[in-house]
């Protein structure tokens, strides 16, 4: 749906044609929080080299050359990656294995996990044992005990408004927190993200609990296949009751020192005390899909972490197709490359595949206009990513075709 109307420019952004209906009428932006301050912290000198061997050095990893733009200046978070949506190449990378506190994008895996598991039309009323345990000081969207919500109310609470409650509820459903913690940890198993250790579904802090920006671009990779999570997290904003709830992510919604990033469509953002300020975004520009995944900018200027984002993201668009990868985003256990042979869970990935048959029209956000085809920004409302199709994960099935991945909206 759209965005705030801004003078001067107006994102690519790309909304799904069966996003609700509002009014144009924007509500005022909604205050971002500020990353919490935390020590400084030296990453370990050995981290998983899964994705490439330079994927586990510390340090930032990029292969400069001439005509590939210099990363951007005064980059302070602990760990980040920049990588290729389609491709899964790794374009550059900082700590990327840096296992650290995850905050709300956490909420990615959760849903990659559970999405598919409830109709999105399903009725559940809220139990008082739904939203007990809690932490203090959650992010909520604010549901009430006794009141009916249908599921797909309950993702938008997720993904707009990062709500614990609406998690708490939905873990409720899927037979508990525990059930829910442990389909999530087997569901990181599965997708390789083995720097993830699962305590929490809704990602709040909690002792032992860390991911890393390498797996946290597995979990929105993964995601991105599924429409309906792709619906969800491209939301800018949405009714919930008899309220208006916008999406926290300030490179989708915007705010008062951030624009809206052309070309965005998710994924989700975080932020607790312990893990400062988390966010992986996806975006597309001039055919190419990039994710970024940011953990914990040291510096604490308010909306930090969508700056140094949107900053990587520029450089991933300007360096596309002239700098050398430095590693891969792995695909799933049992997923079959085009080669038609079973991948055996430790090689480089070759790509997700962006695109595919059956695509579905979208409406942009800008000019209202249709796009065929998998469309700018993930196409959100189309059938792209046919490796996961039908929401859970399918082994066997294989890598979509390079003709299919190179499928194109009319800008």
Known sequence: MP??????RRPLLVASATLLSLSVTAPAALASPA?????????????S?????????PGTQVNLAPGVPVLPKNLTARSWIVSDAESGEVLAAHNAHWRLPPASTLKMLFADTVLPRFPKGTHHTVAPSDLAGM??????????????????????GVFLRSGNDAVRTLSA????????????????????ALDTHVVSPDGYDAPGQVSSAYDLSLFARSG??????????????????????????????GDTDVPVYPGIAGVKNGNTTHAGATLTAVAERGGKVLLVTMMNPEKHEHNEVYKESAKLLDWGFQAAGKVNAVGELVPPKGAVPA????????RAGHGSGIGGSGSQPVVSASTGSRAGGAGIALAVAGGLLVLL??????VNRRWPLPDLMRRRARH
């Open 35 to 47: 990353p919490a301050p935390s020590p400084t912290a030296t990453p370990p000198a050995r981290m």
């Open 3 to 8: 965005a705030p109307k801004r003078t001067g």
């Open 173 to 192: 459903m899927n037979g508990g927190i525990a059930r829910t913690v442990q389909d999530m940890q087997e569901h990181a198993g599965q997708l390789q």
């Open 224 to 253: 991105l296949q599924k429409k309906d999570f792709r619906e969800y997290c491209s939301t800018v904003r949405a009714t919930f009751g008899s309220a208006t709830i916008q999406n926290t992510n300030r490179l989708l919604s």
């Open 339 to 346: 080669t038609g042979q079973p991948d055996t869970g430790a």
């Open 389 to 394: 199709g039908g929401g859970a994960f399918l």
């Open 135 to 156: 932490g203090i000081g959650s992010s909520v969207v604010g549901m009430r005990e006794g009141r009916t919500y249908t599921v797909h109310d309950l993702w938008l």
């Open 49 to 57: 080299t899964l994705g490439g061997a330079r994927l586990g050095q």
